[in-house]
Structures are given as structure tokens and as C-alpha cells.
């Protein structure tokens, strides 16, 4: 099945900076990678979402990259702000995001005033 | 519009108990998902509902079972409560159409004593 691997597992910015989290994934036949942030106490939230048929998505202060080829993909946040501190996870999915989800293990991203 | 629901919040349980968790999904949303995050195991996919039948199951023993409602509501049953069921069980909500995203309740957070 499905393996997504997710790096790093802790982030630490200075307010201000980027932050850019990685994800590789196993099963060629993926073709959705949501993004979900998840903040203590809540359930994930998403972010933002890539197809396999976009290698460039971008939402405001957030995009996110997909490299079919070496199977991974990224979430670029600049300008970060202490508000987006947080554990984000990254997933992969097939069958037109119909299908479950398999994610990576989270990072925990700190962002310091 | 309201997001998805999940109830109770909190349950503390026994080992060889039974439960029952129940998630709402946002209105017009036809496909519910339930995953399981145990602390240090990441999000784990548990089962997928669409138009009341079982359409995918993740890895996890026939104890955990659920059923989805006429009105696209869910349960999530667990018999024989063991203590590594303690996590947070998350539902997820889907709009039937195609390259539509998961939308996460908050979760009910189980403990085992």
C-alpha cells in the first residue's frame, strides 16, 4: 500500500521567515496531496490541495509543489506568523480524492515572535 | 454552514468495554471517514462510508465496525475496548462529486483505563 514519508518531524522559524516541509510518497497510481493543519485540540484543517495533473499550486501566503516524477511534494509557508504555528500534515490519495487517505507522520511547526 | 460534528467529545472507558461514536457529516456530504490518531502513530485510515455501504477498510481488527445512516450520518462502534484503542477518533465528510476534499470533525477523544 500507500507509504508517505514526511520531514522534518519539528520546525522552528523566526517569525517572518519560510518554512518548507516535505513529503515523499510510494504509490505511483497517488494523484491527490492535501495539506492539513491541525491545531491543538482541533481536528485537521485543510490547507490547501494539489492533483497529480498541477505541478503548482499557491493560496496567499501558502503553495505547495508536486514532483510526479520523484514523488514527492512540498508546502512552502512564507511570511510566517505565530498563528501558524502548529502540527501540519501532508497526505496522498488515489481515485480523484474518493479514496482514503494515507498521511505522514506531521510536523510541528513552531513559529517564534 | 456547519462543519462536521462528532460526539462525545471525551470518553473514558475500561478495558472489554463497548463503545459508540457518532459524527455528522456537513450537509450535502455523502461519503463519511472515520481515521484513528494514537499518539506517536500518526493518522490512521479506519473506514470509509458512501450512500450507507462500507466501501474501504483499513487495517484494523473486525471489532472495529460502523454503519452509515439514510441521512449520511455515522457510527463507529468498538467492542472488547483494548488500552491501545486510546486515541482521538476523527470523522471526515466528502462531497459525493469528484475532486472534492475531506472535511475533519474535531474528533472524540477516547481514553482506556
Known amino acids: 500500500g500507500e507509504n508517505v514519508e514526511q520531514h522534518p518531524s519539528t520546525l522552528s522559524v523566526q517569525e517572518g521567515d519560510s518554512a518548507v516541509i516535505k513529503c515523499t510518497y510510494s504509490d505511483s497510481a497517488s494523484n491527490y496531496f492535501p495539506w492539513y493543519k491541525q491545531e491543538l485540540g482541533k481536528g485537521p484543517q485543510l490547507i490547501i490541495d494539489?492533483?497529480?495533473?498541477?505541478g503548482e499550486k499557491k493560496d496567499q501566503r501558502i503553495a505547495v509543489t508536486l514532483n510526479k516524477t520523484a514523488k514527492h511534494f512540498s508546502l512552502h509557508i512564507t511570511e510566517t506568523q505565530p498563528e501558524d504555528s502548529a502540527v501540519y500534515f501532508c497526505?496522498?490519495?488515489?481515485?480523484?480524492?474518493?479514496?482514503?487517505?494515507?498521511f505522514g507522520g506531521g510536523t510541528r511547526v513552531l513559529v517564534k515572535p | 454552514e456547519a462543519g462536521v460534528t462528532q460526539s462525545p467529545t471525551h470518553l473514558i472507558k475500561t478495558r472489554g468495554q463497548q463503545v459508540t461514536l457518532r459524527c455528522s457529516p456537513i450537509?450535502?456530504?455523502?461519503?463519511v471517514y472515520w481515521y484513528q490518531q494514537a499518539l506517536g502513530l500518526g493518522l490512521q485510515f479506519l473506514l470509509w462510508y458512501d450512500e450507507g455501504e462500507e466501501r474501504n477498510r483499513g487495517n484494523f481488527p473486525p471489532r472495529f465496525s460502523g454503519r452509515q445512516f439514510p441521512n449520511y450520518s455515522s457510527e463507529l462502534n468498538v467492542n472488547a475496548l483494548e488500552l491501545e484503542d486510546s486515541a482521538l477518533y476523527l470523522c471526515?465528510?466528502?462531497?459525493?462529486?469528484?475532486?472534492?476534499?475531506?472535511?475533519f470533525g474535531d474528533g472524540t477523544r477516547l481514553s482506556i483505563l
Open positions: 471526515a465528510s466528502r462531497a459525493g462529486r469528484n475532486n472534492q476534499p475531506q472535511h
Open positions: 494539489i492533483r497529480s495533473n498541477v
Open positions: 497526505a496522498a490519495s488515489k481515485g480523484a480524492a474518493g479514496n482514503k487517505l494515507t
Open positions: 450537509s450535502g456530504h455523502t461519503s
